[in-house]
């Protein structure tokens, strides 16, 4: 048996698709505070994975309605190229803000579908260290695995600190007081990676199993 269900069986989607209709009728009235209070009904994945149907407008709408955290993860849920699409009719710094929100494989997918002029409008608004690390994660090859690699990892060094994310580390409270401190800015922690300066000496991982 393949575990294949029949032609004829229905196939029941283990995701229910919400009802959008309140945030259809927003839309439709043009009142800005209808619609605002209408996307707040909705989880962001939701409202992002409906993106891809709507003409551009109305997503520019939706997402002149939501905060920038929600917003965000709108976009996660939304095709790239969709989130790419959107995020040109937004002003730069907007977009920074929004793509901030999003771990760096996904910032990164969206980048890598903008035109290079939006590319060029956004970057004039990064910080240089953010844009830096960007461009060198795109100028990997699209289906290079370095294109998923995120730089935001628990690193501590275990003699003299080079950077607020290499700080000196002698004990586990020291490594968990780095992990603590620099919470925004790391966002893979399930191991804590250990350097003498450049090179790698130890991986603790963040859980120990039994």
């Avoid at 698709?17 to 707040?40: E, F, N, T, W, Y």
């Avoid at 109305?58 to 939501?66: C, F, W």
Wanted: overall charge negative.
């Amino acid at each position: 048996m393949s575990g294949a269900p029949d032609a004829d069986e229905p196939v029941h989607n283990a995701v229910p698709i919400p009802d959008l209709a309140p945030v259809d009728a927003a839309l439709k009235s043009g009142d800005p505070a209808a619609l605002k209070a209408a996307v707040k009904q909705f989880r962001p994945a939701d409202l992002g994975r409906d993106l891809s149907r709507r003409p551009i407008e109305e997503d520019r709408a939706i997402l002149d309605a939501i905060d920038d955290r929600r917003g965000a993860a709108m976009l996660r849920a939304a095709h790239p190229v969709v989130a790419a699409q959107l995020l040109g009719q937004v002003d730069a710094p907007r977009t920074c803000r929004l793509l901030a929100f999003l771990p760096t494989d996904h910032e990164v997918a969206i980048l890598g579908a903008m035109s290079p002029d939006q590319r060029a409008r956004i970057d004039s608004a990064y910080a240089p260290d953010e844009k830096a690390t960007i461009d060198r994660l795109l100028a990997y090859p699209e289906s290079a695995i370095g294109r998923i690699m995120t730089p935001k990892i628990w690193r501590c060094d275990r003699s003299s600190g080079e950077s607020p994310l290499r700080a000196a580390a002698r004990t586990a409270g020291d490594a968990l007081d780095i992990l603590r401190m620099n919470a925004d800015d790391i966002e893979v922690a399930v191991n804590c990676y250990v350097c003498d300066g450049p090179k790698l000496v130890g991986v603790v991982p963040l859980r120990v199993s039994r």
